[in-house]
């Protein structure tokens, strides 16, 4: 059994960085793709961005990209999801899911964390 434990979310202002972290445990990261995935309040979960633990490939969402870094740490089963140029706009829950695949959409993860609060405001 996969299980995923995230840290690092916070409150902080429009411009600030925050890293966010996803510890992986009951599998190789090399043998997964882990995605992190936000859910504003009234909102439909959206993808954010996912690496392959394989090949270290990454994907990003367009509102994301060029501000967020995904990285792995795989001495330590770890994802990372490095946000920089904080928007109000990114104010969420921001899960981290792992599948078998990547891929950006929720319903192939199997495999998920509690959620990290994360709130840009000024």
């Known amino acids: 059994q996969v299980q995923l434990v995230e840290s690092g979310g916070g409150l902080v202002q429009p411009g600030d960085s925050l890293r966010l972290s996803c510890v992986v445990s009951g599998r190789s990261l090399t043998r997964l793709a882990v995605a992190w995935f936000r859910q504003a309040p009234g909102k439909e979960r959206e993808f954010a961005a996912d690496i392959s633990g394989n090949s270290g490939h990454t994907h990003y969402a367009d509102s994301v990209k060029g501000r967020f870094t995904i990285s792995g740490e795989y001495a330590r089963n770890t994802v990372f999801l490095q946000m920089n140029m904080l928007k109000p706009e990114d104010t969420a829950v921001y899960y981290c899911?792992?599948?078998?695949?990547?891929?950006?959409?929720?319903?192939?993860?199997?495999?998920w964390g509690q959620g990290t609060q994360v709130t840009v405001s000024s």
């Open positions: 899911a792992a599948a078998n695949l990547r891929t950006s959409r929720p319903s192939d993860y199997d495999f």
